[in-house]
Every structure is written in structure tokens, then in C-alpha cells.
């Protein structure tokens, strides 16, 4: 959109002082009315056979003495007939330094209520304005036998103001318009000032926001935009190999997709084939952040069209700043969060190097390295990080977690895990996200392996450790370590939940676990090689323990329907499964840690009270 505003400005300023100078000059020998106006449809007949087209002006008003010309109601249709480019008012004030000479210095030019409608019908068509731009770049035909070459009319514009313009693009069936209240570009030695106030700038792709129905996803569409903004910009040089100019105060703000760039500060040179940006500042409501440096080269591969790096990005981040227009699960997290890192990337991947974020105490620490490749490809795009190190002390863990809008859980026991420790990877490819790694706390270590499947509504993976101290997890005095690993998987659909509920009610989770007890102690029993399994339909859980023995297995079958009240767990069908002598559990299943029984009767006796205890 800002290119073409540059180039429809650019056109105006063209046109008009093309006109001013045509009818300023002629108007310096006749200052009558008559002249003026003979003058002008003269020059706007002259401007429709170089542009093919319809170019009217209303009037025009000459003063000899400021000296001044003055334009009303100029209007430049297409090759189609449909009003292009029409302008309310021009006025130019004018210092002609050599009429012989040709030098004309325009000390300011300002157009009023001015408007464009440029449109292309396809992408592989011609646009409505290419017939201006092919015009505009012809030379003036030159006889064939005129030796000496007439010296071009120099005009030197000094202060131009477009003041209320309207730009409406639009490239089939999507529409994109723009206005601004004021623009101003004023020459400052020999660079440029501009000013643009009241920017504003939407598009429209007629199709329904990406959010549509989907109230978990964030509300920035780029074919849905409505973006005010404003800019005080200095152009210090612009030649056609190089650039250098400084942005010392814009910013942008998007109401309905919740973006909110309070300030944007940056300088920045360019060779035209790489640009170097220094001092970037950048605040999104709460959230600041500064770039000390950057680059941005161009590529010659058709793929990667450009190549961007930066140095070391720090600031301090609210998470609901991008909550709106990116997560909106982010709404409540005001906890403000000190950010170091590296960006580099090309239009299709970014890499984040040096990842450091880190609360103001430095209760909760997070080192990284990430990357997200297939930025363009919606269905393929990946994304993947290494996390080298993430520390969270006491109480932390449950301050962010009543940041999000979760059922809290087992704070308590989230607490008595005392200072907790994470190295792992996280990746998310499609339509599913998998976390993996070791889980360091005062109660042992946790292995796991999770996946969500955002598709089919899934959370399934693995969990163990070694050696967990879960009786100081749970509070329970004589349970011991426990040697452990499991497998779940759990329900999160809400329509196939809901149904569930709304038949049978209950508010547990839905799913099946199948878990393994290597090796654990209550008081002075330890138990081996039991195996367990659960399946929960929301509203009661069910399944099935078996304790293996080097001869003989105890099993029993147990049902709950909360996890709060262990007196509503309810164990059934107890009982005892003697090994053939040749069953292959003798050999293969057997554990090397369970004592032979001296005699059958003691051996019953000991099961029993251990079936008990189970």
C-alpha cells in the first residue's frame, strides 16, 4: 500500500507541475482570465494526447505578483473512461529563476481533496494505471535533423502537501484503500522532512476472518486489516544507489486485531541492494523493545527473496500485548518477562537464536534455541525448539498457571515439587504439538513424551522415572519411591466430551492409562512388577491391578468416580492366579527381587495380607 501511494503522489506531483508549468510560463506574457483559461485547455488537451485519455480542469487562477497558479477540479480518467485520478484544488507558489533558461522552482506545491481508484482485474493483466506509468516514461520526440538538443524544464520542488487523500487498490476481487488526512514533505537542506498524519489504510478479501468460529485463534488477518497510522520521517539522502533516512516517531494501531505500536523509532542506509538499520525501539502497548542493530539484504534466488538478521534483541514482553491479535489464551498474562534474543531469517523460515527469558527475580530462567520453517505454507509449517535449560522456583509454577484460563489442579502437590528443572524439545508440525524431555524436581525426576493432536483431539504419551518420591508428593508419610513408567491417553474433544457428560455426567478426564510399578514401598511391604490399567468414561474410571509373582499373581479390579475422596474408591473381584510349572512367566517375567514362600500355607497367608494392603 505504501508503494502505491508513493507512486499515485508521485504521479499527482508530476501531472501537476506538468500543468503548472505549461500554463505559469504562458501565462507571464497574458495575465487576463481569457488567456488563462484558452492556456489551460490547451495544456489539458496537450496532456490527453500524450496520455491517450479524458483530462479535464475546471479553472485555473493565475497571480503574476506572489507569483502563484491555482488548479480546480482536475480529473484524469482511464482508458476504460472511469475517473482514475480527480483532485479538488492545486495551488503552487512559484520562483522562476530564468524563463530563458528553463529553471522553475516550485516553493510549494498543495493539493486538496485529492483521490485515486487504481484497479487491476487480474494478476496477469495490465493495471488501469499502466497506460500513466508508460507515458510518463516516453521520451519527447526529437526531429532527425536538429543538431543542438533543447535543454529539459527544470522545476525544483522545495514544500509539498497533499492535504486529504483517498486511495482505494483494488486487485480482483480483493480491495485495499487507504486515505490520510495530511502529508507533507518539505526539503530540509538537502534532504527531505515528511509528515504523515491520520493514515488510514484497510483491506478486504471478502472472505470470512480466519477466526470465524474459532474463538481460541487470534484476530490478526492480513486480509482483514483497518490500520490508523503516523510518521515523522527525515530523508537525509535519496539518490538512485543510495539511502539513508530515520524514523524518529510512528505509530500503528489496528483496534479490532489488537495491534497497538505506541512508538517506532529506527535510522537506517541503504546501497539499494542491502539495507543497515541501528537504534530500533519498539513498544506494543506495555511491551518495549530495542535493537541495537540489522540488517536486510536481497537475494537472487527467486525463493529467498531477502535475507535478515539482528543483533542482540532485549525488552522486557507482556504476553497479553499479542494475545488479541496472535493467542488469545495469552489474555491474562501480565507477568512482565526480560527477553534476549537473536533473529535471523528469510520470508520462509526464522531462527531464534540465544533465547533468554527470564522474570524480573529470576525465579523463573529459560535458555533456548528455536526455529520455524514454511512460513508461507500454512499445512506444512513446523515449528521446533531446543530448550537447553528452564528453571521455575516454589510458587512461580502456580503464578503462571492462574494466568491462563485452566482448571487449577493439584497446586498443592505442584508446590511440595519444590524447585522444578527442564531440558527437552518441543515441536509443532500440522495439526499437533509434542513435548518431550526430563523433568528435575525435590521429588525425584520425571521422564516424558506427550503429544496433543489438534486434529483429532488427542493427548497421548509416556511418563516415568527412576526413582520418585510420590508419598512426599502426595503427602502419604509411609509411601516410598516408586520406580514407574505409563502410557495415557486422553480425550479433549468437546463435542465427543459433552456428550459424554451430558449422558453419563461426572467431571473426570476420558481415556485409558496403562502404567507399570518397577518397584515401591508402603511402611515396611515392597511391592514389585505391578501392572494397572484405567479406562474413564468421564464419570467413573475403572480398571484392573495385578501384582506378578515368581509362581503366583495377585489382581483385583477397582473403580472411582473423583480423585479427591480415597474412601469412594471401590475394590472388587480380588483374587489369586497360580503359574503352571511350565508358563512362561517362570522364565520371562519372573522378578529376581521377590523371596521364594517356605510352604504353601505361609505363602497364602502373605498373599492375602498383601492383597489387602493393595
Not at 465427543?496 to 478426564?509: C, D, S, V, Y
Amino acid at each position: 500500500m505504501s508503494k502505491m501511494l508513493k507512486r499515485t503522489l508521485k504521479w499527482t506531483a508530476g501531472i501537476l507541475i506538468t500543468l503548472v508549468a505549461i500554463v505559469g510560463i504562458g501565462t507571464l506574457l497574458l495575465n487576463t482570465n481569457y488567456v488563462q483559461q484558452r492556456l489551460l485547455k490547451r495544456a489539458t488537451t496537450i496532456l490527453s494526447e500524450r496520455l491517450g485519455t479524458n483530462v479535464k480542469a475546471d479553472s485555473v487562477s493565475v497571480n503574476l505578483f506572489v507569483p502563484s497558479v491555482s488548479l480546480y477540479g482536475l480529473r484524469i480518467d482511464d482508458q476504460e473512461g472511469r475517473p482514475m485520478l480527480k483532485m479538488g484544488e492545486a495551488d503552487a507558489r512559484l520562483t522562476i529563476n530564468s524563463l530563458w533558461a528553463r529553471d522553475i522552482t516550485v516553493e510549494r506545491l498543495e493539493a486538496d481533496r485529492l483521490e485515486a481508484l487504481l484497479i487491476k482485474a487480474h494478476s496477469d493483466s495490465a493495471a488501469n494505471y499502466q497506460f500513466l506509468l508508460d507515458s510518463l516514461a516516453k521520451k519527447p520526440n526529437e526531429g532527425k535533423n536538429k543538431e543542438k538538443k533543447s535543454k529539459k524544464l527544470s522545476v525544483d520542488l522545495h514544500h509539498f502537501i497533499v492535504d486529504h487523500a483517498q486511495i482505494i487498490y483494488q486487485l480482483e476481487n480483493k480491495k485495499t484503500s487507504g486515505s490520510v488526512a495530511l502529508l507533507e514533505v518539505e526539503q530540509e537542506g538537502e534532504g527531505f522532512a515528511v509528515k504523515v498524519d491520520s493514515l488510514h489504510f484497510t483491506t478486504n478479501n471478502n472472505l470470512p476472518r480466519k477466526n470465524a468460529n474459532r474463538p481460541n485463534k487470534g484476530w490478526f488477518d492480513a486480509g482483514h486489516l483497518d490500520i490508523t497510522a503516523s510518521l515523522r520521517c527525515t530523508i537525509n539522502i535519496a539518490k538512485s544507489d543510495t539511502l539513508a533516512f530515520s524514523v524518529t516517531k510512528a505509530t500503528i494501531s489496528d483496534r479490532k486485531t489488537g495491534i497497538d505500536i505506541k512508538d517506532l523509532r529506527l535510522k537506517a542506509t541503504s546501497n539499494m541492494k542491502k539495507f543497515w538499520f541501528k537504534d530500533i525501539a519498539l513498544t506494543q502497548g506495555s511491551t518495549t523493545l530495542n535493537i541495537p542493530n540489522a540488517t536486510l539484504t536481497k537475494q537472487p534466488s527467486p525463493n529467498n527473496k531477502f535475507y535478515f538478521e539482528t543483533g542482540v534483541v532485549r525488552g522486557s514482553v507482556i504476553l497479553r500485548d499479542i494475545a488479541r491479535p496472535f493467542a488469545p489464551v495469552l489474555q491474562n498474562f501480565t507477568l512482565p518477562l526480560m527477553l534476549n534474543v537473536q533473529v535471523s531469517g528469510t520470508q520462509d523460515m526464522l531462527r531464534f537464536s540465544n533465547v533468554r527469558v527470564s522474570t524480573a527475580d529470576k525465579h523463573l530462567t529459560i535458555a533456548a534455541n528455536g526455529q520455524i520453517n514454511h512460513l508461507r505454507e500454512k499445512h506444512n509449517l513446523t515449528v521446533g525448539f531446543d530448550v537447553n535449560s528452564m528453571k521455575i522456583k516454589p510458587g512461580t509454577a502456580e503464578k503462571i498457571i492462574k494466568l491462563f484460563p485452566v482448571k487449577r489442579l493439584m497446586m498443592k502437590q505442584l508446590n511440595l515439587l519444590g524447585d522444578i528443572t527442564y531440558k527437552g524439545h518441543f515441536d509443532v508440525v500440522g495439526h499437533s504439538e509434542s513435548f518431550r524431555g526430563l523433568l528435575s524436581t525435590n521429588c525425584g525426576p520425571l521422564n516424558f513424551n506427550f503429544t496433543i493432536d489438534n486434529e483429532g483431539k488427542w493427548v497421548y504419551g509416556t511418563l516415568g522415572s527412576k526413582a520418585f518420591r510420590l508419598g512426599h508428593a502426595l503427602e502419604i508419610k509411609d509411601l516410598g519411591d516408586v520406580s514407574c513408567h505409563a502410557d495415557f491417553k486422553i480425550d479433549i474433544s468437546k463435542p465427543r466430551t459433552a456428550k459424554m457428560r451430558q449422558e453419563k455426567g461426572g467431571k473426570l478426564p476420558i481415556g485409558t492409562v496403562t502404567a507399570t510399578i518397577d518397584d515401591s514401598s508402603y511402611k515396611k511391604t515392597h511391592v514389585r512388577n505391578i501392572d494397572a490399567s484405567i479406562q474413564c468414561d468421564g464419570a467413573v474410571a475403572e480398571g484392573d491391578i495385578t501384582q506378578r509373582g515368581k509362581r503366583r499373581d495377585l489382581y483385583c479390579h477397582f473403580a472411582y468416580t473423583e480423585t479427591q475422596d480415597a474412601s469412594k474408591l471401590k475394590i472388587s473381584d480380588p483374587g489369586i492366579r497360580f503359574h503352571k510349572k511350565n508358563d512362561s512367566l517362570d522364565t520371562k517375567n519372573s522378578s529376581k527381587n521377590t523371596k521364594q514362600d517356605e510352604t504353601d500355607g505361609t505363602k497364602q497367608k502373605k498373599d492375602k495380607n498383601l492383597l489387602k494392603r493393595l
